[in-house]
Each structure stands twice: as structure tokens, then as C-alpha cells.
């Protein structure tokens, strides 16, 4: 069996924070020891410069995750771990598909959306004041690092998934207009990320300013805990473990027995200082090991920059060979290139008959997917009508009215979406 490729990139913006560690950073490091999965994990750090345009603190935070991953255990040797600004053709990649990217799929991308409508709702006329060509075309170059190692399963928050979907149809496009080199990735969201709260209780996130960092010093671990948002409850009062932000902390770090000590704590009515001394005891002693190999490879950045650059070298030995190809599908030659003789082609689809049509059917897979993203809003029409039955008849009627109106190759893309269309409809048309 061939290994599956798991791959994820870290904008180099932030602090790597305990929300970080539980829901992404410890995960992946356990995948990684999977020997059924090629893993590759890369600092994004193009990424950050759409959304940073502070050179110190991208700077910073580069080095900061760098040596976290490394702090945490992740093997280098088994994973790929590297930087993103170091694969040139990642960048190269990111041109040709930008090629293959309709200006209207990135019209409808969250984070670009996000913005225009802040404008709308601020009155701007300008819906695109602030936005630049980096926010507006990121999910391109997401789409790059995804499909330049072929990866399989794409492990992100679920703000991501869109991207994610992005990179399959931008993929398809690529295969169907010229050779069907790219895999289509699939997003793998792990709920449980959602649900690691902040100090005042709603999800730790960065931009909720509510984060503790992963490797505070005792000290400050300390004062954060501190500031870590609890109700009047006094002192003997009974608590609720369950809608308390330092008991779920806590949870995430301790095992079963350690829960249920704590759990019956709260029933009996702990006081919140000793309930936050607890936890900040246990989280102390728990981070001080690798906070340690963190401190020690701060001071010693240059072995994390070798490290860095094995993971290229690593990394570029995959994406050269593939770029290769990509480009000579695409037309980008050498003068002198002569495609492969016949003789070599065929034998080579003897032999990989199977294989083709794996891929062929895995493009197929892509074309229809990306038509049901446009179908999107009639399905959804469906979905909301009173007489479901008459809205789908509805639509066939129309889609089918078109294709007869249109000429040859128009004809054939609405063709394509009125089979998409009866397919997914089926359920309510009786034929
Ligand atoms: N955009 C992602 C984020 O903000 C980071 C990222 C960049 C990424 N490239 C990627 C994640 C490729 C997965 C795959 O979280």
C-alpha cells in the first residue's frame, strides 16, 4: 500500500499558544509517528506577510515555531519539517495555478469576503480599501503548498475547509486542462480543536487576545492562570466542573483518574484560588521539560536553522521532479524537449492502465465537485422550498432550457451541470 501524505502549514504570525499545541501542534508530531503517513509540516511564512507587515514580529514568530515543533519531539527524520520561503517552487507552482484560478472562486473566499463586507458595513464605498492582491489571492498559494507534494489529508481548523476545497478545484482545472498531475486533497478537521477555551472562557484564538502562550516562563503561566475568568462562587459553594474554564483546561492536560479527582473537587465546592493554584502546579510541571529544550534551542538557532534546511532539501527533492512535469504539461519547455516516443508511452500505459484510471477518475471526481460548488445556491434553493418536488422540476426546466439554447461548447459545460443537477436531485423528481 502506498502511504498516504499528511501535510500542514503554521502562519509565521503568532505565539505558539496551548490552544496551538492541543489542537494542532501535538496532534500532528503524534501523526507523524504513524510509519503508514508521510508527513509534512512547513513554516507558512509567505502567508504571513498578508496578514503581518511587521517584519520583527514575523521574524520572531519564525523562529519561535521553528524551535516549538522541535521542542515538542517531532522527528525530522521521519517528518519533513521545513520552511516555506525555502522551496522556490512552491512559489513557481503558485504562478501557473494562479493561471488556472477563476477570479470568481476567489471572489467568494472567507477571508477576502470578510473584508469587503467590514467595508459594506462600515459604509465604504470602496469594498476593497485595505484588501491586497496577497489576502485576495492566498488561497492560491495555499492551494500550491497542498498540491506540490501531492499531499492526501490536509489536518486544519475549520476556516480552512474552504481553502482546502479551493485547492481541489483549482487541481481539477489543472488536470483536466492539461494532465491529471495533482491529487485532490481532502480537509481533516478534528472537532475537539474547536473546544480549548481562552482565559475568558471563549475559544483561545489570537485574535480574541485571550491566549496563553505555550512556553511562559513559571512566572507569567502563573499570572495568566490567574487572570483566567471565574463566577462569584465562594469558597465551599458548590461548582459546576463542566462550564468552568480551568477545570476544561485542566482536563486537556490530565488523564481520567486526574479529571475525576478534580471533577469531584469542584463538586465539593474547591475555592477558584486553589483551583487555579492546581492547575497551574499541573500545567507547570507539565510544560517545564520541553520548555526547557524550547529555551535551550532559542540560544541555539543556528542548529534550528540546519534542521530547517535538511527539511528543504528533503522537501525540494519532491517538489523538484513534479514541478518538472507541471511545467512541461503547462508548455514550459527546454527549446530542445521532444516529448517521450510513442513506443515508451504506450508501454507505459500497459502497464499503469489501472493507475490511469484511477486518476482519471479521481479528476472526474474534482470536475464534479467543483460544478456542485457553483450549483451550490440552486441546490440550496431546493433545499429551502416549501414543495421541494416543484422547485427541482423547476430547475431541470430551466437548466434543460438553456442547454438547448446554447451552441457547442457552452453547451456542453451547461450539459455537464444539468447531469450534475439531475443527479443530485434525483431524490425529488420522479423518473
Ligand atoms: N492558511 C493556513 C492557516 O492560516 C496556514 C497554511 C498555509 C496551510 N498553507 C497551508 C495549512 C497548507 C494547511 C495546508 O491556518
Redesign the pocket.
Known sequence: MTKKTV?????TSGTPHIGNYLGAIQPAIDASRNPALDSYF?L?DY?ALIKCHDPERVARSTREIAATWLALGLDTDTATYYR?TDIPEITELTWILTCMTSKGLMNRAHAYKASTDANRDAGNADLDDGVTMGLFS?PI??AA??LMFN?DI????K??IQ??EMARDIAGRFNHTYQPLFNLPEAQVDEQTQLIPGLDGRKMSKSYDNTIPLFSSSDELRKLINLITTDLRAPGEPKDPDSSTLFQLYSCFADRSEIEVMRRQFLEGIAWGDAKKQLFEFLDAKLSAPRSRYNELMKDLGHVEQELKKGAEKARAKAAPLLDQVRIAAGIRPLTYEAPVAASAVKKKEKSAQELAEIAARADEGRRRAILMQLKPLLDQVAGAEDKPAAAAAIIAQKTAEVDGLKKKAKQKAQNELDVLNDELAVFLNT
Open positions: 501535510l500542514t502549514g503554521i502562519t512547513f507558512a502567508h516555506q492566498y498559494l495555499m503548498d497542498i499531499a490536509i489536518p486544519v481548523g476556516d480552512q481553502h482546502i
